[in-house]
Nanobody
């Protein structure tokens, strides 16, 4: 069982930066692939970025490549999402997700593959 709590959301202007953090509890964090998804009203959760439990593999959706960076610290049970050059279309509720994987390089982009979710943190980017 993994419990996830996101923090770091807020309001910024276009071009600004935010760093989201996800704190995980539970003994399986270090063997869990982690991901960030985002959701806007009336839409399904959309994949943003993922990182394997070893940290050796990361994957990003095209529209955040070069702007967002996912990282993890298995000693602290945290996974972060550094978001730079934010745009109004990045406005959403951001969710942290986890799934235990056997492969050290495994990541998933589909929300249905993740078993554990945080409650989300709001990010608002104004123009």
């Amino acid at each position: 069982q993994v419990q996830l709590v996101e923090s770091g959301g807020g309001s910024v202007q276009t071009g600004g930066s935010l760093r989201l953090s996800c704190a995980a509890s539970g003994r399986t964090f270090s063997s869990s692939a982690m991901a960030w998804f985002r959701q806007t009203p009336g839409k399904e959760r959309a994949f943003v970025a993922a990182i394997s439990w070893s940290g050796s593999t990361t994957y990003y959706v095209d529209f955040v490549k070069g702007r967002f960076t996912i990282s993890r610290d298995n000693a602290k049970n945290t996974v972060d999402l550094q978001m730079n050059s934010l745009k109004p279309e990045d406005t959403a509720v951001y969710f942290c997700a986890a799934v235990v994987t056997s492969g050290s390089n495994t990541v998933y982009t589909a929300a249905r593959r993740y078993d554990f979710w945080g409650q989300g943190t709001q990010v608002t980017v104004s123009s």
